[in-house]
């Protein structure tokens, strides 16, 4: 396998070129260090890669640089490059959401019409589906999103379809549902409330705690994105939940038992944007790609924990 990751430097991205080079694959990793977290951050994740021989980095924004010259000898691409984040997807940034999510990917797909490329594996979001839809949230129910974020993820989606039905792209499309774990985003739930617990800081509650997310542990969404670029049929979209379904306050719990400290909660307004529950039914990853989440939440709460500690975030 010769392999396009985009998005190489960032928290999922990082684990798949990993996961790759360790397969034996050459990997060519396109990033353009968006200032949504530190660049610093970004290079801790690159560091075990930059070391490794199948491993090339290009620093190069696809919303802008000449694609083809990157897809050369490629067999196929795992688009994880996006401009993340719910809640700063409002109002005038929401022009960076659009550029980077909708933009870029439209500008990748296109560069891939009549190249030999294998498969296409875009990260997709479970932002897609909104708060309408039934539980568990299955890949047939009507997505409505209830944020921009979620929109530009779900338009970005709906790219890689409409290029698989006229162009040929053998696009797959995941789903992912609250991924987690060592190297996670400095803005995101657990980094937070690990390190808040650790400060001694009321750990931020949105709304009444009682709302449920599908946490998937980084290494279960790697295992399944890689197994997408065999054995992912070509338009179709699955959804990637990590089987672990729980209330905001059964998190607090575990972080407390986690860290050892004590955990107290900060009551906030819901957020805009933010879905009541999420909860992946996830059939179709099981039988196309042999999708089995191995993970539990509490050990890869505490994988994330150790990997803060050891990485001096705490």
Same mark, same amino acid.
């Given at each position: 396998?010769?392999?396009?990751?985009?998005?190489?430097?960032?928290? &999922?991205?990082?684990?798949?070129?990993?996961?790759?080079?360790?397969?034996?694959?050459?990997?060519?990793?396109?990033? %353009? *260090?968006?200032?949504?977290?530190?660049?610093?951050?970004?290079?801790?994740?690159?560091?075990?890669?930059?070391? !490794?021989?199948? *491993?090339?980095?290009?620093?190069?924004?696809?919303?802008? =640089?000449?694609?083809?010259?990157?897809?050369?000898?490629?067999?196929?691409?795992?688009?994880? @490059?996006?401009?993340?984040?719910?809640?700063?997807?409002?109002?005038?940034? *929401?022009?960076?959401?659009?550029?980077?999510? &909708?933009?870029?990917?439209?500008?990748?797909?296109? !560069? %891939?019409?009549?190249?030999?490329?294998?498969?296409?594996?875009? !990260?997709?979001?479970?932002?897609?589906?909104?708060?309408? %839809?039934?539980?568990?949230?299955?890949?047939? @129910?009507? $997505?409505e999103p209830v944020s921009p974020y979620g929109v530009t993820k779900l338009a970005a989606e709906q790219l890689c379809h409409l290029y698989h039905v006229n162009y040929g792209v053998p696009a797959v499309s995941l789903?992912?549902?609250?991924?987690?774990? $060592?190297?996670?985003?400095?803005?995101?739930?657990?980094?937070?409330?690990?390190?808040? !617990?650790?400060?001694?800081?009321?750990? $931020?509650?949105?709304?009444?705690?009682?709302? =449920?997310?599908?946490?998937? *542990?980084?290494?279960?969404?790697?295992?399944?994105?890689?197994?997408?670029?065999?054995?992912? &049929? $070509?338009?179709?979209?699955?959804?990637?939940? #990590?089987?672990?379904?729980?209330?905001?306050?059964?998190?607090?719990?575990?972080?407390?038992?986690?860290? #050892?400290?004590?955990?107290?909660?900060?009551?906030?307004?819901?957020?805009?944007?933010?879905?009541?529950?999420?909860?992946?039914? =996830?059939?179709? @990853?099981?039988?196309?790609?042999?999708?089995?989440?191995?993970?539990?939440?509490?050990?890869?709460?505490?994988?994330?924990?150790?990997?803060?500690?050891?990485?001096?975030?705490?």
């Amino acid at each position: 396998m010769k392999a396009l990751v985009t998005g190489a430097a960032g928290f &999922i991205g990082s684990h798949v070129s990993e996961r790759l080079v360790a397969d034996g694959a050459d990997v060519l990793g396109v990033d %353009c *260090f968006t200032d949504y977290y530190p660049r610093d951050q970004k290079e801790r994740n690159l560091a075990a890669l930059r070391a !490794a021989n199948r *491993f090339r980095l290009v620093e190069a924004d696809l919303a802008s =640089t000449d694609i083809a010259p990157l897809l050369g000898d490629v067999t196929h691409v795992f688009h994880l @490059a996006a401009q993340a984040g719910v809640r700063k997807s409002w109002g005038s940034d *929401f022009r960076v959401y659009t550029v980077n999510n &909708i933009d870029a990917t439209q500008r990748l797909l296109e !560069a %891939c019409v009549g190249r030999p490329i294998e498969r296409l594996v875009y !990260a997709s979001s479970s932002s897609v589906y909104g708060d309408a %839809c039934d539980l568990p949230m299955r890949e047939d @129910a009507r $997505p409505e999103p209830v944020s921009p974020y979620g929109v530009t993820k779900l338009a970005a989606e709906q790219l890689c379809h409409l290029y698989h039905v006229n162009y040929g792209v053998p696009a797959v499309s995941l789903r992912y549902f609250t991924v987690y774990g $060592p190297r996670q985003r400095p803005d995101m739930a657990f980094r937070r409330f690990l390190a808040a !617990a650790m400060r001694g800081e009321a750990l $931020p509650q949105f709304g009444d705690g009682h709302q =449920t997310r599908d946490f998937t *542990f980084v290494a279960d969404a790697v295992a399944a994105t890689v197994a997408a670029a065999t054995r992912g &049929i $070509p338009g179709r979209v699955y959804n990637i939940g #990590g089987g672990s379904r729980v209330e905001v306050l059964d998190v607090f719990e575990l972080v407390r038992h986690v860290t #050892g400290r004590p955990v107290t909660a900060a009551v906030l307004d819901a957020q805009k944007g933010d879905m009541r529950d999420t909860y992946a039914e =996830t059939t179709r @990853a099981r039988q196309d790609l042999g999708f089995a989440p191995a993970v539990t939440l509490e050990n890869g709460l505490r994988a994330q924990f150790e990997w803060m500690m050891a990485a001096g975030l705490l």
